[in-house]
């Protein structure tokens, strides 16, 4: 699903052309509402396109003016004789509208709106934003921004520099999006300072037109770009971001997508009823769903930059081996410790790698990995360590180490490095450790694109990261599975409840109708009927107030458990009444719930609610009173398959009790997936589910009963008229 | 005397280098006439001296047209006493 208007996903442009290449490919520029006064935005703008090579036409549209900068000015962009393919917006926010409207008449086909005063500044701004969009609907116009920084495109064939950023970046194979332009600017200079380069480089600010979604769906077409970084600081469409990531990230020409996303919670204000809703804040959902669609969230630029420059410059590792080749023992320790610590292997060498080593190295030196060439090293020591470790069939990358030692040749050493890596197959990685003596060094490695970490643990946590890209694209594809339910039954019950929680023994009805499993139950109204219940369903018994306005029923006394015989029955009724009257006035109870006694197990919460951004949520992990204490939780989005919900058990540590900790037996592993898939089925067939908690899922072992629900609340929303 | 529309034209046309007679009142400022942020602190400053009137300044800065700051000085003066054809 793509966000772009409706209108411009069939329109076919000069040879069948995507309607984004108008913003990256234009033949035509025109920046309307440039003033000749520089350092300004708009004049910055128009400069940068005409210093940067750009391979169109510029046409600047400033109201009485006859140039600008010696090139000819119009006073409309409907003033211009040839046709416009792209126009940026610099106008105050309060005429964009006007622009916007004579570009649709000219006939433009995307528009970047760099000016600031809409959604950002309030509800006026707001209205202007939908303004604008309609507009650009209207017209089949495609849009990036408003308040954004602008586009730059460093392809040859386009060279454009739509955009107030200081300087045009150099070429190079990533593709960076960005939601605040702010921080695109740091990310210039920070990427100039390493020698980064850059296909496309995109500000979309308030993404009222085009989103990140259309972006990511251009680039993975883009044969400029390998590896896509994106900096998000709302998700609006989560479904269609994960879908869009699934496909860029795996399959034919995948390519890795690495992500930093500020933690605004919106939701953490919001007053949540469940346990789901409590601890399904944005972001720790968001984590859990990225994890799943292929996005590796980071949690810096700089992290961000360490993963790309290794997956965009270097070639992907056959497996998770690394050769560390170090002048410094501490170092090539700290380095081991991290890599096997990330999930890396620092194995041993075959015997013709060790007799190389041996035969190129002093005595002194260490010939297993980390293989260290110790603090006199020179090049030939390292060139002659580092050739033979590459060859070595256990090896799949390489990591360098120095520190710069009175002997050390630096610039020799990198010189050496840069001509292995050459003729290399496998990824080399480096880290100068130091600040000035290595900076020369440094910047040769920068220069010819071996990627350089100041710290070995930070090469480590790179390597790491283009693992899980491989360990992603390996996994099989996962396809939701229906199993089949009795929606019916459900729907008699949902379809004429009314808004607000659903009474326990309803709740307990449809989850049943679901295919979880639920223990016998029956309601009582009276004293008598609780008793009659408990006969026909065996003691021990277990009483539970039944009531729309009392969710978390254990606080009052609502529950009441392991009763005997029937006098226990009428003296835990007659108490619960009593305290709940006293406690809750206001409320009507409908009654008691009666089932049997569940045997202990392990106590699991299965959850659901409808997150903003993704949707339909599920939630697994630790139960019990304690869940919000101990948020060993895990999210996935609905629908899952089986093998989603068996990665949702094992993700968090309530997975591991239930495959038996310390002699006990496995629970029903197999049931609590089944019961995960069957709820997420729920909410997706039943758009009135709000929340729910299944709090606690006994997991017990098959042979001792299998699963049971002990506990569950439902919060439906008002029916649709 | 001339009237307030003149005025602010002519005094338009100085602070942005355009003809009074191609002023419009449906003009924006920005938009048709080319007014850079800067210019729109002057244009308020200048229009207070040609009156003699004090503007507040967020207020004179809202004002989008050559129309709307034609119906804004007009009241500005009505209320501080200050005499106009308008």
């Known amino acids: 699903m793509t966000t772009v208007a409706p209108e411009l996903t069939d329109k076919v442009t000069d040879g069948g052309a995507h309607p984004l290449d108008a913003v990256f490919y234009p033949q035509s520029v025109a920046v309307c509402g440039v003033v000749p006064t520089p350092d300004t935005v708009p004049y910055d703008i128009f400069r940068n396109i005409l210093d940067s090579g750009f391979t169109g036409t510029l046409y600047p549209v400033a109201p009485f003016k006859r140039n600008i900068h010696s090139v000819r000015a119009y006073r409309y962009v409907v003033d211009i004789p040839d046709p416009v393919d792209l126009a940026v917006i610099v106008y105050p926010a309060n005429v964009v509208d006007k622009a916007l409207a004579q570009c649709g008449q000219k006939g433009v086909k995307a528009v970047i709106v760099i000016s600031a005063g809409f959604r950002e500044v309030g509800p006026k701004g707001a209205l202007r934003e939908q303004r604008i969009k309609e507009i650009c609907a209207e017209h089949g116009i495609a849009m990036i921004g408003p308040n954004c920084l602008g586009v730059i495109n460093t392809d040859p064939k386009s060279r454009l520099n739509a955009s107030f950023a200081r300087k045009m970046p150099e070429a190079g194979r990533i593709g960076f999006l960005s939601q605040s332009g702010a921080l695109c600017t740091a990310v210039l200079d920070f990427a100039r300072d390493k020698a980064i380069g850059f296909s496309k480089f995109v500000s979309f600010g308030n993404k009222a037109g085009v989103t990140e979604v259309d972006l990511l769906t251009y680039l993975h077409e883009d044969d400029q770009t390998d590896v896509i970084l994106l900096y998000l600081e709302e998700i609006t469409d989560g479904r269609a971001l994960v879908e869009v990531a699934r496909r860029v990230t795996r399959g034919p020409n995948a390519k890795p997508i690495l992500a930093m996303k500020s933690g605004r919670t919106p939701q953490g204000a919001r007053a949540a009823a469940s346990h789901t809703g409590s601890l399904a804040g944005q972001d720790a959902v968001a984590d859990a769903i990225f994890r799943e669609s292929g996005i590796l969230r980071v949690d810096s630029i700089e992290e961000l930059f360490d993963a790309a420059i290794l997956y965009a410059y270097q070639p992907m590792p056959e497996g998770n081996r690394v050769a560390i080749v170090t002048n410094a023992g501490g170092p090539g320790v700290m380095a081991t410790d991290a890599a096997v610590g990330l999930g890396l292997g620092v194995g041993g060498f075959e015997q013709n790698t060790s007799e190389k080593l041996k035969a190129s190295l002093p005595a002194a030196a260490n010939i297993k990995n980390p293989v260290d060439v110790i603090g006199d090293a020179r090049s030939d020591r390292y060139n002659a360590a580092l050739a033979a470790v590459l060859e070595d069939p256990n090896v799949d990358q390489a990591l360098v180490i120095l520190t710069p030692q009175s002997m050390t040749d630096i610039d020799a050493i990198a010189e050496g490095i840069i001509e292995v890596h050459e003729s290399a197959t496998k990824p080399i990685v480096c880290s100068f450790m130091g600040a000035a003596d290595v900076a020369s060094g440094i910047q040769k490695l920068q220069r010819a694109h071996i990627p350089h970490y100041i710290l070995p643990e930070w090469a480590c946590h790179a390597m790491a990261q283009v693992q899980r890209i491989r360990q992603w694209r390996e996994l099989p594809e996962d396809r939701p599975e229906a199993l089949p339910v009795d929606r019916e039954a459900a729907a008699a019950i949902l379809d004429a409840a009314p808004a607000g929680h659903l009474p326990e023994d309803q709740a307990l009805a449809v989850l049943k109708a679901y295919g979880l499993p639920v223990p016998a139950f029956l309601r009582a109204c009276s004293e008598e009927e609780a008793v009659a219940c408990a006969e026909e369903i065996g003691y021990p018994a277990v009483l539970r107030l039944v009531s729309r306005e009392v969710v978390h029923k254990t606080e009052i006394g609502g529950v009441a458990l392991d009763l005997a015989d029937a006098d226990a029955v009428r003296l835990a009724f007659g108490r619960m009444t009593a305290r709940f009257a006293e406690a809750r006035p206001d409320a009507e109870p409908v009654g008691v719930l009666v089932r049997g006694m569940i045997a202990s197990g392990n106590e699991v919460i299965l959850g659901a609610e409808r997150d903003p951004a993704f949707g339909p949520v599920l939630m697994f992990g630790l139960g019990g009173l304690y869940v919000e204490l101990f948020r060993d939780v895990t999210f996935a989005m609905a629908p899952i398959s089986l093998a989603r919900a068996r990665r949702m058990v094992r993700d968090v540590k309530a997975g591991k009790l239930l495959y038996g900790l310390r002699g006990q037996p496995p629970s029903d592993i197999a049931g609590v997936e089944e019961s995960l898939v069957r709820l997420g089925q729920l909410l997706l067939d039943f758009h009135r589910i709000l929340e729910l908690d299944v709090n606690p899922l006994i997991a017990r072992p098959v042979e001792a009963g299998g699963n049971a629900v002990a506990d569950v609340g439902i919060r439906l929303a008002e029916a649709q008229a | ?86």
């Open chain 2, 1 to 86: 005397m001339a009237t307030v529309e003149d005025r602010v034209k002519v005094v338009t046309g100085r602070i942005l280098g355009v003809d009074p007679g191609e002023i419009r009142p449906e003009h924006s400022f920005t938009f048709d006439l080319g007014a850079e942020s800067v210019q729109s602190i002057e244009l308020v400053a200048a229009f207070e001296v040609e009156f003699g009137i004090e503007m507040d300044e967020d207020e004179a800065l809202a004002v989008e047209t050559v129309g709307s700051a034609v119906e804004f000085i007009a009241k500005v003066c009505r209320e501080q006493g200050v005499e106009v054809e308008e």
